[in-house]
Structure formats: C-alpha cells, structure tokens
C-alpha cells in the first residue's frame, strides 16, 4: 500500500508539468516513467515502458483546448503495475518483458478515463480565473496569487486520487488475471512488445515528418531481425 501512494504522489507531482506548472518536459512518458522507477527500485523498467508510451504517443501534446489521453498518468501507472506486480509475484527476472506488454496494455484505457479526469478539472477551475478577474478589477492584486495556487492544488489533488486508485485497479486485475493466462499467450505478450515498438517508431518517424521515414524504417526492422539472429 505504501509504494501505491508513493507512486501516485509521485506521479501526481509530475502530472502537474503537463498544463498546470513550468512545463519542462518532465511529464513525457519518458522521463515520468523513469523518475517513478527510480523510486519504485526499479528505474529500467520504467525507462522500458516509458520509451514505448513515449513513442505511441509523441505527436499529442496538450495544447490550447486540446485534452489527449493522459499519457503521463499511463506510464506512471503501467511502470507502477510492472515493477510491483513482478515483485509480489516472484518472478524469475526483476521485470518480465510480458507483465510490461500487459501493464501498457491495460494503461492505455486508464490513460483514456484520466483525460476525462483532465478535462473536469479544467472546467472545475474556471471558477478560479474569474475569481482572479474579480479580484483584478477590484485592483486586489495580493490575492490574485492565491486563484492560481488553488488551481495547482486542483490539479494536484485530482492526479493523486485518479492514479492512486487506478493503480490499485489495475494491480488487482494484473494479479488475478495474469497468472491464469496460457503459455502460448505469454509467449504473443513477447511478441506484442516488439509490435508496440514497432508501432512507436511508425508513429514517430510520421509525426516528424521525416523524409524517406519508410526507407529508416526498413532499415532499423532489417537490423533488429540480424541482431536478434546473431544473439541466437
């Protein structure tokens, strides 16, 4: 229970770099997926699983009205489920690459209920811009501050509670589902990871426009079929 609420009050904090607070990139699947790591132990799996949302996802950027999936709240919670879920279950290895397939594929949906989240609370604080615009007229310039710490606090409080019991959602349906499934599907979940990389890189090269983006690709497949035959 305690590394749930760490997680979440981590994550929560990182959240807060998307829209509401500085900005700096911190809030990429990327670098949240990795900082949640670090304080789960475990910050190559979030650098994994991270890198794969990050590539799924690099072309939605929440700007102006638009609201994407909360890709930060799904590496928070899909880098928390794989590190904890392999823990309690003893696996052979500190992350099996399948609970990570698994823990991104199950993200994804929660991703999508987050922005609704996101959305609610950007409503939510409207209050408080016309609140600060009250106060502006009134020419009460001290209190004006205070309008926008109240809308951090919404945020803040928002991300907290959705991912921490969202995590707690998805942890239960990781350890109850995931054992019952059968070999062959695990061995499709191995599969899957390299599909959703795949997948990313796709995406990507298409959101950066680069040229002969379809030659790069071919290229890098080609390349990753003769490390994977020579490490055999």
Same mark, same amino acid.
């Given at each position: ?12 904090f990182?959240?807060l770099?998307?829209?509401a ?18 304080s789960?132990?475990?910050?190559l799996?979030?650098?994994i699983v991270?890198?794969? /949302?990050?590539? /799924?996802?690099?072309? =939605? ?24 879920t392999?823990?309690d279950?003893?696996?052979?290895q500190?992350?099996p690459?399948q ?5 991104v594929?199950l ?5 999508v209920?987050?922005?609704?989240v =996101?959305i ?7 209050r408080?811009v ?9 020419? =009460?310039f /001290?209190?004006i501050?205070?309008?926008?710490l109240?809308g951090?606090?919404?945020f803040?409080v ?15 349906l ?5 054992? /019952?499934i ?7 979940l191995?599969?899957a990871?390299?599909l ?9 090269i298409?959101?950066?426009r ?21 490490? =055999?």
């Amino acid at each position: 229970m305690f590394e749930v609420f760490l997680a979440a009050l981590v994550g929560a904090f990182i959240s807060l770099d998307r829209t509401a607070f500085l900005q700096i990139m911190v809030s990429q699947p990327l670098v949240a997926g990795t900082l949640v790591g670090f304080s789960l132990g475990d910050p190559l799996t979030g650098l994994i699983v991270g890198s794969i /949302l990050e590539l /799924l996802w690099i072309g =939605d950027v929440p700007m102006g009205s638009s609201v994407p999936p909360n890709e930060t709240a799904a590496a928070v919670i899909a880098t928390s489920i794989s590190i904890l879920t392999s823990r309690d279950t003893l696996a052979a290895q500190p992350s099996p690459i399948q609970i990570m397939v698994f823990s991104v594929l199950l993200s994804i949906p929660l991703a999508v209920f987050c922005q609704k989240v =996101d959305i609610y609370v950007r409503s939510y604080n409207r209050r408080f811009v016309l609140n600060a615009e009250r106060l502006l007229e009134s020419r =009460d310039f /001290l209190h004006i501050g205070r309008e926008n710490l109240k809308g951090l606090i919404s945020f803040f409080v928002a991300s907290f509670f959705s991912i921490f019991i969202l995590l707690g959602v998805g942890l239960y349906l990781t350890k109850t589902i995931y054992p /019952l499934i059968p070999e062959p599907f695990l061995k499709g979940l191995f599969i899957a990871f390299c599909l959703l990389i795949s997948l990313g890189t796709a995406v990507s090269i298409r959101t950066a426009r680069v040229k002969r983006g379809v030659p790069i690709l071919f290229a890098g497949f080609l390349m990753g079929m003769v490390f994977m035959y020579l490490k =055999d």
